[in-house]
């Protein structure tokens, strides 16, 4: 038995420093060039030893990176010129490392040969290519998994039997010869496959990392990602985060690779492939595809084999499910043509799996928020480009606040596709449940908090007396829920007051401080932008304004049962409550991200355990929900959460109700809606200046055709559609009126509390500030 090493090495200097490396430790064995030695020739038992140089940059700082500098000089130290390896061999023998990977017998590589290569490709090709894989997962040992990286990806793609066959079957299909779709899908596949270096990673950590990290401190969930780290040993990662902000793929990088994560493929739009972050961010693992590819066959083809070969090679991938920013501060829905994708080469090979980890990434001040809200008020978004980058860079350099890294909680692709059942409506329980994972662990920001606040208040100025005693309640039910919420010190006192800052500091807020006390307000024109930070928290208090509504419809009997029906069912009263909260749910479909019916119901019971524990028991009569409302009205969150979806959904609603049975464009009636709604909010009929917005109403407008309210059915449906979901909307705002009137007689009893106090000398309660300033909003 003999033992060949297999040299993959390019100049003289590292041929030579392999040979002295196998002089050591394979003393006898013959050294060869790998891809020049003749493997059909060799007996069987011939033992193969893939090896290679690895060119270490300078220890700096007690690290080895590259620098920009040496992207500069056109030196990279990782890949140093021919010229200058025999000079650093000599005098900086630590830079130079010889690493071996695993050895196999000439037997031991036929076996997989026969059984995964497609005909026609030689032997000595496949055990090259193995070789070269084997040296690759050495070099990855010795600088560590951050610089795990795919290379040869095309060829690899190309010469496998999967990617013939199916280029075959598409080519039947289109009618042309297979060689000619295999060579259009490479060379479609060569435009977005990330060619990565090392150097380049270093670069684009050094150079890019610094626009996020002027601007935010970053924290993040580090028991999750302990246990994701011991995940990734076993199986890919998918990271599919929240998408706010231009710098969320930066954070994240610079998060994972702190933390020593191979670096993860990131699936971005090609509206940021211009130069200079095209050339960087594609050799950094970037890997960008059209935003629109569904009319071309044979890109999805290609698309189809690339993440078919990441998921098999278990490459952790990055994209951003939502398919592109938030525009109002929520999640907004999910794309599932990428997801498609990966679920059918998860499927597709037998023991391939992949862990789904939800991120949430969210700021405590964000300057792309204003744009944002311009665009969904109806503006024009503008294209990225070279000038652009130089303005956002310039952005970056005053400090934010911080910004959050949460992980919601990981899962298995095959297993949970394994419990959806079959076809699209599975991809789309997987999409949601990355949605609703995602929502849990948002946490909540004090300006998230604040924002809340400030606009389910009056439409006037606070001091930071009033706005602590209005956010005092909700801290309170914030804790009770156990939910993630603010620090409270930022909350009250000294740091509400550096909360105001930042808000006021960001244009969301204005302030007075000519008088005795300095006063804050919500900027003219600017209730949108304190929306977005309202929303990033809004749905963790979706299922308490539920209740509070289902509540409402129980004591005025627009829900409750007959006797007939409570005697034939003693638990009707239940039935038909749950059956409101779930057509409520169904009406919020578009905006917010639900679980599974059960789990919906357990939650909504955990509220009402909230609100009292004898709910189960005792009759629910008008006075009783009315002194539980009451009870809480510090704390009621229904009109708060609620009101500028169905304002928003009010407006779309009225519109098509005026149209009879008229068919729509959407582009048309998005475009009408505006119109209508500035005019609404004029009149005072709408209620919530931020609900202008082209976003929620697109939201609408979905909603109106899964309703049938948009068009394809007949006339008199249409017609009867369009004023019955109007009909549903206007009495779920009159119950929101409805609360504001519990909040209204609980401010003014408080009041008078409070006036009886200070005639005593004694002090009145934060409730009784909280409950004044929130019943005001409505009045």
Known sequence: MGTIVLAETRTDTERQAV?????????GAAVESLGQARIDDLPGDTVLVPARVVWLPPEREGQRRGRLVDVVLLSNPRR??????????????????????????????????????????????????????AAERAERALVGDRYKVPRLVAEQISSSARFRNACAALAADLGRPAADVAAEATGKMSTFVATQSALMRDLFDSAFGRLYKRAWTVSVDLDTLGRLREQNASTSLIFLPSHRSYADPLVLSGVLHEYEFPPNLVLGGNNLAFWPVAPVAQRAGTIFIRRQFGSDPIYK???????????????????????????????????????????????????????????????????????????????????????????????????????????????????????????????????FKVMDEINTATPISATSLAGFALLGAADRAFTAAEIEAILAPLLRYIDERGLPGPDPSLCRGIGLLNTLGELTGAGVLDTFDGGPEQVWSVAPDNHAVAAYYRNGAVHHFVDRAIVELCMLAVAFGTVRPDAAERTRDPDALLHVSQDEALRIRDLLKFEFFFPAKQEFLHRLGAELDLMSQEWRT????????????????????????????????LVVARHLASLGSARVNKDTVLMDCLGLGRQLSLQGVILSKDSVSKDLYDGAYRLAENRHAAGDVDADELVRARRDWLAEVEELRERLARIAEIEAERAASDARVAHNAAAHGETGSDETVAVTGDAEAQR
């Open 301 to 431: 083809l290609a698309m189809r084999s690339y993440l078919s070969f990441i998921v098999e090679k278990r490459f952790n991938l990055e994209w951003y499910i939502e398919g592109g920013r938030s525009r109002t501060g929520k999640l907004r829905p999910p794309k599932l043509g990428l997801l498609a994708y990966v679920a059918e080469a998860v499927e597709a090979l037998d023991d391939a799996d992949a862990t789904i980890v939800p991120v949430s990434i969210v700021y405590d001040q964000l300057p792309e928020i204003a744009v944002m809200a311009q665009e969904s008020a109806g503006g024009t978004k503008r294209p990225e480009d070279l000038k652009w980058l130089v303005k956002y860079a310039r952005g970056q350099r005053v400090h934010r606040g911080e910004a959050r890294v949460r992980f919601g909680e990981p899962f298995s692709l095959r297993t949970e596709l394994q419990r959806s059942g079959d076809g699209r409506a599975r991809l789309e329980k997987v999409a």
């Open 19 to 27: 040979a002295d490396w196998a002089a050591t430790h394979h003393p």
């Open 618 to 649: 005792v009759e629910p009569t008008r006075e009783w929900v009315y002194d539980t409302l009451f009870a809480h009205a510090g704390s009621l969150l229904a009109r708060r959460t609620l009101q500028s979806f169905l304002d928003a959904q």
């Open 80 to 133: 140093p010129p021919a010229f200058r390896q025999a000079a650093i061999r000599n005098r900086h023998p630590d830079r130079v490392a010889v690493v071996a990977g695993a050895p196999a017998t000439i037997d031991e590589m036929r076996e997989p040969y026969r059984e995964r290569q497609a005909d026609g490709e030689s032997f000595p090709a496949f055990v090259g290519m193995r070789a070269h894989i």
